[in-house]
């Protein structure tokens, strides 16, 4: 001590420190009492002082240091901890009371709290206040949880495969067997190879080599010619069978049908399997993409087709239908007069008029392409073709860029649009046509319409003038009236898009209904004989149309849930006019989530059996999305038609959402949409589990296995594009399937 007395606090201060460094702590504790001894006050020294005779073996002289500093500081919770933490040993249950005094004044203190728990004195932790800490506690774990939830999301659409970049996203995403394996499951592979090359017989059957975990057995359906070839001594192996003639693959067992080429994915027949027995669906298709085998190099992947739920209208149409199809028992069927690919599309078909359909989103098989260097030597008297063994999905020749979003047709020969049943005699159609002002767009739709409709006599309009005040205006309404079969329906009330076609179907008594915007003009000839064929099936129970922009691109293709920052976009948005987007889609009749009340069409019964348009929640914005939702919560289907185009000037009389007051307005009817909609509101069963939500088409994601099931289980489902409200609709019922919805 006497050592000490020649230097001054500050000196005592660095040599203590110094020497607690080391680990000095006898030396460290002589320097702190030398400094309190001085200077009392000094409060943290006096914690270092507890520190070093802590160290030292001295809890008394600690619990001295500590009780010294808060005497200078007692609302220092720090200080507390550190004299229970030096109570533990020689009188825990002093310790315990200091740690329940620190709960009190600092009720989110954690080691304090694990302090109690595992010292056995949870009697002072309290009643009340073990509750709140719990819940605190479970909050905290549920944001955390939340954000690192929605931080996984964004890193997997962060990691997104650009459309160009498909080979290296199947190269980093093989694919993955089930979740369970599956009871004793046998599978008859149907194998039609009778116009092939043995090249792709064979990659074919080496494939099924590779398939564990399920029983199964091929039968190959050859020409002689391969009958003739070696690559019939895989017969050697009894699971091979090699005809010639009509035989069936057995009664009791489920049928995979497939071409010669189509090579399987190992886990495959387990997916099938496992998919099979977890629904029990009649038939069941998978995802496939084209592939180039070369010896020497790993497969090179391209041109995936992607599918959604079954839609039957979309099915029926596609160039390609799935390369793969597992079909039940009661099902299988084997034409030799049918083409294999139009056979696994009818057997679809079959299943889906069962709505017994369930899709696999898992890319499990591969049609080839034969390898580059047998594509350059001389054809010889092989087959006609063997650039492809599906010549329908023949991909691109090596070294040519791949974009799905940008394929480009003649739209002059696009694919037929299948419009079912002929149209009854004498039926009328209804179009309202809210509208302020605008004349000229006005006249030019209602026109257009008349113009270009088979049936004009046919055709009734209702414009509901919302307070329009020109001059023009009313000298339009004049012309348009002497058209005949038009009338002018005045609603002198603040703007409601929702009210003023509630309002006009209620003064109505057509079976057949359109709501049309006053900015839209009518391209095609006999709209309404197209409009009423689709209406008069009993699965649909709305309509919408193409729509372009003045400039030609495309406007709508039908509505898509879940992308981009989640609320509703439409479908091909921007796109130039003659892209047809993945698979045809744009070009194709189909099912869809919803479509713009630009232009669409419903029958009355339909209308009155939904509630009409929700006037009170949803006046402005949202409403055409609500009323589709609505619809298909009967169990009906929303259908988009190509068949019927039009020019739509978007959104010219009210606006675009391009002002604050605007923008939180909209948020505010979209937050009505997910108060009574929830997941139905981002969910989109016909818009694929690979395509990137972020970037529309524009490149691939890896799917997570729950959303892999959750999509297995409401495809094979017997109204998959099904959904439910989590509020009572605008009629105050909750909606249930009530008409047969063919094919879901």
Not at 238 to 267: C, M, N, S, W, Y
Request: aromatic share 6%; charged share 25%; glycine share 6%.
């Amino acid at each position: 001590m006497i050592f000490f007395r020649k230097f001054g606090v500050s000196g005592l201060i660095r040599r203590g420190d110094n020497a607690m460094a080391r680990r000095d702590w006898a030396t460290a504790a002589a320097a702190y009492a030398e400094i309190v001894k001085r200077d009392p006050k000094r409060t943290a020294i006096h914690v270092q002082h507890g520190h070093a005779l802590k160290e030292l073996g001295d809890p008394a002289g600690a619990e001295a240091a500590y009780r010294a500093a808060l005497d200078n500081a007692p609302d220092d919770i720090e200080t507390l901890g550190h004299l229970a933490h030096a109570l533990k040993k020689s009188r825990p249950a002093d310790a315990m009371a200091c740690f329940a005094d620190i709960l009190q004044r600092d009720p989110d203190n954690r080691d304090a709290y694990a302090q109690l728990i595992h010292g056995g004195a949870r009697n002072l932790l309290g009643t009340s206040f073990h509750r709140d800490n719990q819940v605190t506690t479970l909050s905290r774990v549920g944001a955390a949880l939340r954000n690192v939830a929605g931080a996984i999301e964004e890193w997997r659409e962060a990691a997104f495969y650009p459309s160009p970049r498909y080979d290296a996203f199947r190269q980093d995403f093989p694919i993955q067997p089930p979740p369970d394996s599956v009871t004793p499951f046998r599978i008859s592979v149907v194998i039609d190879a009778r116009e092939t090359t043995a090249f792709f017989l064979r990659s074919t059957l080496v494939s099924l080599l590779d398939q564990g975990g399920v029983e199964w057995q091929a039968l190959v359906v050859a020409s002689p010619d391969l009958m003739a070839h070696p690559v019939a001594s895989m017969a050697a192996d009894d699971r091979f069978r090699f005809v010639t003639a009509r035989e069936t693959a057995g009664e009791t067992d489920h049928q995979l049908h497939i071409g010669a080429g189509t090579k399987l994915d190992p886990h495959a027949l387990a997916w099938f399997a496992f998919v099979a027995e977890r629904t029990g669906a009649l038939a069941i298709w998978c995802d496939h993409d084209h592939a180039v085998e070369n010896w020497h190099d790993r497969p090179r992947y391209e041109n995936p087709i992607l599918w959604g739920v079954i839609d039957p209208d979309l099915l029926a149409q596609v160039v390609n239908p799935p390369a793969a199809i597992l079909v039940h028992p009661s099902l299988a069927t084997f034409d030799l007069d049918a083409d294999p690919a139009e056979r696994r599309r009818g057997l679809l078909l079959k299943a889906a008029a069962k709505r017994s359909a369930a899709h696999i989103p898992r890319l499990l098989a591969s049609v080839l392409r034969i390898p580059e260097r047998a594509e350059i030597a001389p054809t010889g008297d092989d087959a006609p073709d063997l650039w492809s063994s599906d010549p329908r999905g023949s991909p691109p020749r090596p070294g040519s860029v791949i974009d799905l979003s940008v394929e480009i047709v003649d739209r002059r020969h696009r694919p037929a649009v299948a419009i079912a049943p002929i149209v009854r005699a004498g039926e009328r159609i209804h179009i309202i046509i809210p509208t302020r002002d605008e004349s000229a767009m006005l006249e030019t739709a209602v026109t257009s319409l008349l113009d270009l409709a088979t049936q004009r006599n046919h055709i009734d309009i209702t414009i509901v003038d919302n307070r329009s005040a020109c001059s023009e205006t009313l000298a339009c309404f004049h012309r348009l009236k002497a058209l005949g079969n038009i009338g002018i329906l005045p609603l002198d009330e603040p703007f409601n898009w929702s009210r003023a076609n509630n309002v006009a179907v209620a003064a109505s008594s057509a079976e057949n209904i359109v709501f049309a915007n006053n900015d839209i003009e009518m391209l095609t000839p006999g709209w309404d004989d197209i409009l009423l064929g689709f209406l008069q099936r009993e699965d649909v129970g709305l309509v919408g149309a193409r729509l372009l922009y003045p400039d030609g691109k495309l406007q709508h293709a039908a509505m898509l849930f879940g992308t981009g920052e989640g609320s509703p976009v439409h479908d091909g948005v921007h796109a130039d006019g003659h892209v047809t987007g993945p698979q045809d889609r744009f070009d194709l009749t189909h099912a869809a989530v919803a479509v713009t009340g630009a232009f669409m069409a419903v029958t009355r019964a339909v209308f009155d059996q939904v509630g009409g348009f929700d006037a009170l929640r949803l006046p402005v914005g949202y409403n055409d999305i609500d009323f589709c939702l609505r619809v298909r919560a009967t169990g009906r289907k929303i259908l988009y038609t190509p068949a019927i185009e039009a020019i739509h000037h978007e959104s010219k009389t009210r606006g675009m959402n391009d002002t604050r007051a605007r923008v939180a307005w909209d948020q505010g009817e979209l937050a009505t949409m997910h108060d009574r909609w929830g997941s139905a509101l981002t969910e989109d069963p016909g818009y694929s589990l690979h395509w990137s939500r972020q970037h529309v088409y524009g490149g691939f994601r890896e799917p997570t296995m729950r959303e892999i099931l959750h999509r297995i289980d409401r495809s094979a489902s017997e109204h998959p594009w099904l959904v439910v409200s989590r509020s009572p609709l605008p009629d105050g019922k909750k909606h249930s399937p009530s008409k047969p919805n063919i094919g879901g």
